[in-house]
């Protein structure tokens, strides 16, 4: 079956330092990769869609200038948080679009501590 | 737009007993529905969907959901769980035009022995 990966699967940083994070298909091209968020015993919430090529669409209430979104090729978008904080402190989750299917597929999820 | 509510937020149950999770959505044009499994400090594994036809569907796991458009549910069924089903459960909609998923709050499954 289609896999994403996301790198790294957990990161500790300082206050006021950016963190990037990876989400790849492995063995399909994505056109669409969606950001989520998701706090402890929540849901997830969409933060932003990247398309490939293209910039990103943000979803209400998401900084973008904060969560940077690149989607520069069809198997890898990352997600940059930009001066973090603790409060950004989160699980973020990304998932894919298989052009070929429409199928979504999901990453294993970044845990980012922010201290 | 469309939303969606799972009225159960945790719901513990007997290894081997049956178990309902209920969902219920909202939108004002055709929907596709999904159901993931979240085990801890994972991503999303998706358990079944339903895109068309069959209102009836299955999954992996044993799973299986009822598309119930007069009533606008998608509840997911598992005639008996064990252990291993001990997870996070999200439904999930999407009107298919932009594939943006909007889940809902999720439901706590705990099997005991």
Redesign the interface.
Known sequence: GAVVSQHPSWVICKSGTSVKIECRSLDFQATTMFWYRQFPKQSLMLMATSNEGSKATYEQGVEKDKFLINHASLTLSTLTVTSAHPEDSSFYICSARDWASNEQFFGPGTRLTVL | AQSVTQLDSQVPVFEEAPVELRCNYSSSVSVYLFW?VQYP??????LLKYLSGSTLVKGINGFEAEFNKSQTSFHLRKPSVHISDTAEY?CAVSDGG?????????TTVTVRA
């Open positions: 993931y400090n994972q991503g999303l594994q998706l999200f932009d594939y943006k998923l909007s889940f809902g709050a999720g």
